[in-house]
């Protein structure tokens, strides 16, 4: 199997690591090799490693070196150099998963001209599937670009987790974690004013905002709120980091008003936190209000600071929330039930000879 991805796309580069790690260290399962279709830098770098790629790729399906492709991709360019990926498999009779990790693709598609739309359309109707995220993404494919029902699968991404919980504290400042990229819409904003409300701060609590984007933008809203010294601003984070981050909080909060299904939410219910997200994407086919999690409404500040006093206040709220995150991750988010499933999907659509 070739396991194609966007060279530049931090989730689906860590949905591609997960999953390729997990066929490595399984002996039974699929064999696979990586391969990126854009590389970092200036257009020039990416154009040529593009160039490369599509050379490779045209190789495989003359030698016949891969069973099918298994394409990750989200919106704008991802999807034009999907769509010679594509080309390639069709001409060459070589099978072709489209994964689509994107939470903007509405907005791209509406913004597409009828021309360029119709390619978009061919591109996933030539498909052997369609990976989506979630139901509600599935939905949209099938009526947007006329896909027929047994053509699109769900499969919600996974994530690894620790083997056993740390410890937390009952009592004490409490730990909330923002992982994603400041900016508006993973609603990075709202939360610093949420922190900000009166009910809010005046609880014991510290918060860390991790990831890059405009850092300094919301480190000077957080001074103007008053909260410099209470929320803490990493910038971007290793893997490492990452983890470390989340083993020692205890709520995980993502105000964001556009996702797909995120795996910063899917990482916080693995390490048993208490998440709070509002119901956007695949997110509420994973968090149910009051039982997994708490849901409010993007840009719902005030809501949002409820939600926060609630579980700052509540310490058996936070427990109930995070055992009961933890059990729906090890059911349907461990990355070896998503890698079973994964390679269930690719005998079904090209059995091994």
Do not use: C
């Not at 890059?212 to 957080?222: I, K, M, S, T």
């Not at 964001?256 to 119901?279: C, F, K, M, N, R």
């Not at 933890?326 to 059911?331: H, K, L, S, V």
């Amino acid at each position: 199997m070739l396991l194609v991805e966007d060279g530049t796309h931090g989730g689906i580069q860590r949905a591609v690591d997960y999953l390729a790690a997990e066929f490595e260290a399984t002996p039974d399962a699929p064999r696979v090799e990586r391969l990126a279709l854009r590389g970092r830098g200036s257009l020039a770098a990416s154009l040529s490693v593009f160039a490369a790629a599509l050379g490779q790729i045209a190789w495989s399906v003359v030698r016949r070196r891969h069973r099918l492709l298994h394409v990750n991709m989200t919106q704008r360019g991802s999807t034009a150099r999907a769509f010679f990926v594509v080309v390639i498999a069709r001409l060459g009779r070589t099978p072709v998963i489209l994964h689509l990790h994107s939470s903007q693709y509405r907005d791209f598609l509406d913004g597409l001209p009828a021309p360029m739309l119709a390619l978009v359309r061919w591109m996933f109707r030539s498909a052997d599937r369609v990976v989506v995220l979630g139901d509600i993404w599935a939905a949209y494919v099938r009526d947007t670009l006329g896909l027929e029902d047994d053509r699109v699968l769900v499969m919600r991404n996974a994530v690894p987790g620790p083997q056993a919980l740390p410890a937390r504290r009952a009592e004490g400042t409490l730990r909330i974690l923002f992982l994603g990229q400041l900016g508006p819409r993973k609603g990075a904003g709202d939360l610093i004013d949420a922190l900000a409300r009166p009910d809010v701060a005046a609880l014991p609590w510290e918060a860390t905002m991790a990831g890059d984007g405009d850092v300094e933008v919301y480190r000077a809203r957080a001074t103007e709120h008053a909260l410099a010294e209470r929320i803490h601003f990493t910038g971007w984070v290793d893997e490492p980091e990452v983890q470390r981050l989340l083993a020692r909080a205890d709520v995980m909060v993502l105000p964001s008003y556009a996702e797909g299904l995120p795996l910063s939410v899917l990482e916080a219910l693995a390490h048993g936190l208490a998440v709070i997200a509002t119901p956007v994407g695949a997110i509420p086919e994973v968090i149910e209000d009051g039982t997994s999690g708490l849901l409010v409404a993007p840009g719902e500040v005030e809501a949002l600071a409820g939600a926060l006093e609630h579980v700052v206040r509540d310490q058996d709220l936070r427990a109930r929330l995070a055992m009961n995150g933890r059990a729906r991750w090890e059911r349907e988010h461990a990355v070896p039930v998503y890698a079973r499933h994964m390679a269930a999907l690719y005998d079904e659509v090209a059995p091994a000879p």
